[in-house]
């Protein structure tokens, strides 16, 4: 095998080193009994060339952007990657290297870290971000443990029903061997969370929305902060559509306490769904609250500038069951892209590429519309928006299947109420003419 | 000092991305507007944020220098004791990025999403094989987020059975994910002692195992790279109590091919397919952390579960004693591919061939070294061993000191200062992918150090010389953090 | 790391088995870790303390010192109510190295079990103790 170096010469020698007589001799200390009778049921090894003709075979099969046109968000958007983006990351300095323990021999991955840290806290408004988290639910499911340790004896916490259905699904599951309880806000007429309900909710540690929503609308972020601090809550919101910041105000200015967010959309592939990027970032008072890698700025012995990996007492490899959390590895690399992303629009690419979000979906909801689809809320949105289908749109929506075309996400598994309603999502991808070729085709006759 | 790999080149400087950033420059290709503009009601609308203004090939420029400063494992060996870094093979990146996978959305209908669901299922499959279990999960993102996914299975399992317990006993040789994981479920960790020889005894076991305790976590082998030869006995203990036998996979290097982690009686074990399965690490994530299970503890898995049907593959989301999601989609999946793609290339013969040469790497960095380090478990050792500094009590020259000068020779230092149950621990983990040449100068490097140590043991405090940065001030870092520019 | 003959152990103050210091004016209680205490950790970086208000039990703990790479509890030595903290710690964390007896007090407490004091060590038994 390619991938192992040992010659018969070199175990001989290995082995007469070792004083040990065979490579099975190697294992004695294993008890006889238990070891594999025979070898493992696995398929026979493939050549290089064979493997890539198994995957390409695999991978042909999947409805995948750019080949399809997919119009739908709900926590993965298809966005263009620059070139410059697979070329860079690629870098086996950056790409084969372990977490930076060694700062001396590190520092490529460090100085990128905190970069990322210093751009991610410009963007929302936030004074500290960590090196990131594995996702958007999971950075969201800390904050509000986060919330719960800071408010000890409290055992509850409100989130909005349009955070995403998967990250409510995935806070119960942190939540349930603690005894911790989600309250549901309900949803409002026009598309964001009822924050009147909170009114009559009791003893939570944290108010919890997610804006844009998981109907795409832009939620009321000065409600929500006046609503926690009426509480004396924590304000915490999470993102799945990072680019929505070129454009809107973020969750900083409203004076959130913690943001928990998906990077995804800053230069990272769909890849089924993972790996993204979480981002966690809060106001400073949190900093030692914070789940996960912190990389701070200092100098060397000859006075030259360098980073480290700081603050490390709260991890779980010094503070173990009384840490912040268990996280150990993150998602670096993903954080090193994004870093890297941010670098290449910047200031003036992030506005142009939001304002071409908002301007393609707003397009394509106009052209449904005419097609026969009724605006659900009329509430702002940026890149995402939900619409009722006019009769027959099921049939047509599976039909398009074929043509390679996934027009919108079904959302009454998601919310009963919403019968007949759809997700949408169109991005700086999809061209005038796939808009339009989609209106045509799902027009109601 | 002759034939190592370490010498100073050339190295560039490069200023903070903001500090390069000029007025009006942009680094992106800014698509077509072919449609008209929409404007945003003005109370939603911020200015752009204030990132830093590049051209293209300062950004290119930028981020190829920090590489530079950067050592990987393609750069040399990177012996760090429990992560496994083996080398990480360039075909399984291609198939990460086969534009299938890569621009695959996570939520589209099954019948759209066939390939991806086949290779989950299929590895999921290899997993169970490889372990003896009877099913796995791929959804956890690394391996403490599988850690923390087993030991809610633990949880609810328990709860299913009508009483919860409230401890789970841990042994001191432990990741300190362990703890952890396991007191984000409410468990109390009790800690025990390794027998004399840096491995369990079933009597230590027996002593603390009760009817509140859920179970154990054990890493085999263990952190002291020494193979818990009482373990079946030890989970024999736990099971009749009704406790559960989680088993930490980080070691699985050692291994796999020979022994099956059911076989010794464990119930849980979870897999970093970022150290046995190869996939690159990335400075820090994202890793993959599946979780194979036993058959009785199969319902309590995460949904949504891959299943084979007359009508291809498909995703199942009811699973009424499911603990629920673990992440928002379906695992690290590009991770996965990677990984997929190693277990498809080498075989059955092929990863029981990683096992065997990764211990044979082991004892040959033992028997080359032993005489100049101290060996607190003068043991067998499986995948890695475990030195320790109390040979250089005498010259005042520390671990620390040690592996800052191996950088000097061209070397990734060990593990150093764990396990934490070996004072002054250096840890080494050389895997299977590096040669007999390359271990025979790693040791001669770490003599030449050991030698320094006695006769200019400044050379060695004030070590690394040749890295773009000397050591650096943590203190002030950590009591006046700045954490952002 | 000193040794024990170069401690400094003030003879006026109690000391815990955890490694506190205790001085008692009146029915007032000031509390820091002595020189043994942070000569073990190294370099303070960080005190967690208590909150003025708070009431703590006599071995409670109240607070962790961390270091780079070590966190230790802080355990409360004598029982009371926490009526002042050592704000200068927040800025200075590296007073409890330097000035572990003055400048690096961690909090002062209003103790109504005055006799607790009994029960700590003076200097010589805990020299003893560090002895083993």
Redesign the interface.
């Known amino acids: 095998?390619r991938?192992?170096?040992?010659t018969p010469q070199?175990?001989a020698?290995?082995?007469q080193?070792?004083?040990?007589d065979s490579?099975d001799d190697?294992?004695?200390?294993?008890?006889e009994k238990?070891?594999?009778n025979g070898?493992?049921?696995?398929?026979?090894?493939?050549t290089?060339w064979e493997?890539?003709a198994?995957?390409?075979?695999?991978?042909?099969?999947?409805?995948?952007?750019?080949?399809n046109k997919?119009f739908?968000g709900?926590?993965?958007y298809?966005h263009?990657i620059?070139s410059?983006i697979?070329?860079?990351i690629?870098?086996?300095?950056?790409?084969?290297?372990?977490?930076?323990y060694?700062?001396?021999?590190?520092?490529?991955?460090l100085?990128?870290?905190?970069?990322f840290?210093?751009?991610i806290?410009?963007?929302l408004g936030t004074?500290?971000?960590t090196?990131?988290h594995?996702?958007?639910?999971?950075a969201l499911a800390e904050a509000l443990l986060i919330a719960l340790r800071k408010k000890k004896k409290l055992n509850k916490v409100a989130v909005s029903s349009l955070v995403?259905p998967?990250?409510r699904?995935?806070i119960?599951?942190?939540f349930?061997?603690?005894?911790f309880k989600m309250v549901e806000i309900p949803m409002s007429a026009d598309g964001t969370t009822d924050l009147t309900a909170v009114a009559a909710m009791d003893d939570i540690a944290a108010v919890a929305v997610q804006s844009p929503n998981f109907l795409g609308c832009?939620e009321d972020l000065a409600g929500v902060k006046a609503v926690a601090d009426s509480k004396n809550a924590l304000f915490i919101t999470s993102f799945t559509e990072g680019l929505a910041?070129?454009?809107?105000?973020?969750p900083g200015?409203f004076g959130a306490d913690i943001v928990a967010g998906?990077g995804q959309s800053f230069g990272i592939?769909?890849?089924?769904?993972?790996?993204?990027l979480g981002i966690l970032t809060a106001r400073k008072k949190y900093?030692?609250d914070l789940p996960g890698?912190?990389?701070?700025?200092?100098?060397?012995?000859?006075n030259?500038e360098?980073?480290?990996l700081?603050?490390?007492?709260r991890?779980?490899?010094?503070?173990?069951?009384?840490?912040s959390?268990?996280?150990?590895?993150?998602?670096?690399?993903?954080a090193?892209i994004a870093?890297?992303y941010?670098?290449?629009?910047?200031?003036?690419?992030?506005?142009?590429?939001a304002?071409?979000n908002?301007?393609?979906?707003?397009?394509l909801r106009d052209q449904l519309v005419d097609a026969g689809f009724e605006v659900a809320f009329e509430r702002?949105f940026f890149n995402e928006f939900a619409l009722k289908a006019p009769r027959g749109f099921g049939v047509k929506r599976q039909e398009l299947?074929k043509k390679g075309i996934?027009a919108g996400?079904s959302l009454e598994c998601y919310y009963p109420a919403l019968k007949n309603h759809y997700l949408f999502c169109a991005t700086?991808?999809f061209?005038?003419q796939d808009?339009e070729t989609l209106a045509k085709e799902v027009k109601h006759d | 000092m002759t034939d190592t790999t370490g010498t100073g080149g050339l190295i560039f400087k490069e200023a903070l991305l903001w500090e390069k950033s000029r007025e009006g420059r942009c680094a992106v290709s800014i698509p077509t507007r072919d449609v008209p503009v929409a404007a945003l009601d003005p109370e939603f609308v911020a200015d752009a944020p204030e990132l830093p203004q590049l051209g293209e090939f300062d950004v290119v420029r930028h981020y190829t220098r920090l590489s530079q400063w950067n050592f990987g494992l393609d750069s040399g060996m990177y012996p760090l004791g429990s992560c496994t870094m083996k080398y990480n093979p360039k075909i399984n990146d291609v198939q990460a990025a086969r534009p299938g996978f890569a621009g695959a959305h996570p939520m589209i209908d099954d019948e759209l999403s066939q390939g991806a669901l086949e290779l989950l299922y299929n590895m999921e499959q290899y997993l169970a094989e490889i372990t003896g279990m009877a099913a796995t999960t791929l959804q956890p993102a690394a391996g403490a987020h599988g850690e923390l996914t087993g030991m809610l299975v633990i949880h609810a399992w328990h709860e299913k059975k009508g009483h919860q317990r409230s401890k789970i006993i841990i042994p001191d040789t432990a990741h300190g994910t362990n703890p952890a994981s396991a007191s984000l479920c409410g468990y109390e960790s009790v800690n025990i002692k390794s027998g004399p020889e840096g491995i369990l005894t079933p009597e230590a076991v027996a002593a603390v195992m009760d009817e509140e305790t859920a179970g154990i976590m054990i890493t085999n082998p263990n952190t002291l790279g020494l193979f818990e030869e009482n373990l079946r006995e030890i989970a024999d203990i736990v099971h009749a109590k009704g406790g559960l036998v989680y088993g930490d996979g980080a070691n699985l290097n050692a291994i796999m091919g020979i022994v099956k982690p059911a076989d010794l009686g464990i119930d849980i074990i979870h897999f970093n397919l970022h150290k046995t399965f190869s996939t690159p690490h990335g400075g820090g994530g994202p890793g993959s952390g599946p979780i194979s299970v036993v058959n009785e503890l199969e319902p309590f898995l995460p949904v949504p579960r891959v299943i084979k049907t007359d009508r291809g593959y498909q995703l199942v989301h009811n699973s009424p004693d499911s603990i629920g999601r673990m992440l928002t989609f379906h695992g690290h999946f590009g991770i996965i591919v990677r990984a997929y793609a190693y277990i498809r290339s080498m075989g059955a013969k092929g990863l029981t061939d990683v096992s065997k040469y990764a211990v044979l790497n082991a004892n040959y960095i033992k028997a080359g070294l032993k005489d100049d380090l101290h060996l607190p478990y003068d043991r067998p050792c499986m995948h890695e061993c475990v030195f320790t500094d109390k040979n250089q009590v005498d010259t005042d020259i520390t671990t620390l000191d040690m592996a800052k000068r191996i950088m000097d020779y061209g070397f990734h230092p060990p593990t150093i200062y764990f396990p934490l149950v070996v004072h002054g621990a250096i840890m080494i983990e050389p895997t299977e992918t590096e040669s007999k040449q390359t271990l025979d100068q790693f040791i001669a490097a770490f003599k030449a150090v050991v030698k320094e140590a006695e006769e200019t043991p400044e050379l060695l405090k004030k070590a690394p010389h040749l890295p773009k940065v000397s050591r650096l001030d943590e203190v002030t870092a950590a009591r006046k953090p700045i954490l952002r520019g | 790391m000193k040794e024990i003959n170069e401690l400094n152990l003030p003879e006026n103050i109690k000391y815990s088995k955890d490694h506190e210091w205790a001085a008692m004016e009146g029915d007032m209680v000031t509390v820091g870790i002595n020189d043994y205490a942070q000569d073990q950790l190294g370099e303070v970086v960080f005190v967690e303390m208590p909150q003025v208000g708070d009431t703590f039990d006599e071995g409670e703990e109240f607070g962790t010192v961390e270091s780079v790479k070590a966190v230790s509890e802080l355990y409360c030595p004598i029982s009371g109510e926490v009526v002042a903290i050592n704000e200068e710690l927040e800025d200075a964390p590296e007073l409890v190295n330097n000035d572990p007896y003055q400048g690096g007090w961690i909090m002062k407490l209003k103790t109504e079990n005055p006799s607790e004091m009994d029960a700590l060590m003076d200097k010589a038994a805990y020299l003893e103790m560090l002895k083993g």
Not at chain 1, 3 to 6: E, N
Not at chain 1, 39 to 46: A, G, M, N, V, Y
Not at chain 1, 310 to 313: A, I, Q, R
């Open positions: 095998m991938y192992l170096p040992h070199d175990i020698q290995m082995l080193q070792t004083g040990h490579l190697l294992f004695a200390t294993i008890p238990f070891k594999i070898k493992l049921e696995l398929p026979e090894p493939l290089e493997l890539n198994h995957m390409d075979e695999l991978s042909s099969t999947m409805c995948a952007f750019p080949k997919i739908l709900a926590g993965s298809p263009y620059p410059v697979p070329s860079l690629s870098r086996s300095e950056f790409t084969t290297a372990y977490t930076p060694q700062p001396e021999i590190s520092q490529g991955t100085q990128g870290i905190y970069e840290q210093t751009m806290t410009e963007l004074e500290v971000a090196a990131s594995y996702d958007c639910g999971t995403h998967h990250h699904q995935m119960n599951t942190y349930a061997p603690a005894g832009i910041w070129g454009l809107l105000k973020n200015s998906e592939a769909q890849s089924f769904g993972g790996p993204g900093v030692r890698r912190l990389v701070g700025r200092t100098r060397d012995r000859n030259e360098g980073f480290v700081t603050l490390s007492t991890e779980q490899h010094i503070r173990r069951e009384k840490a959390s268990n996280i150990c590895s993150n998602n670096g690399l993903n090193l870093a890297m941010l670098a290449t629009v910047g200031k003036i690419g992030i506005r142009e590429m304002q071409i908002h301007d393609k979906a707003s397009f702002p299947k996934l996400l700086e991808v061209s005038r808009i």
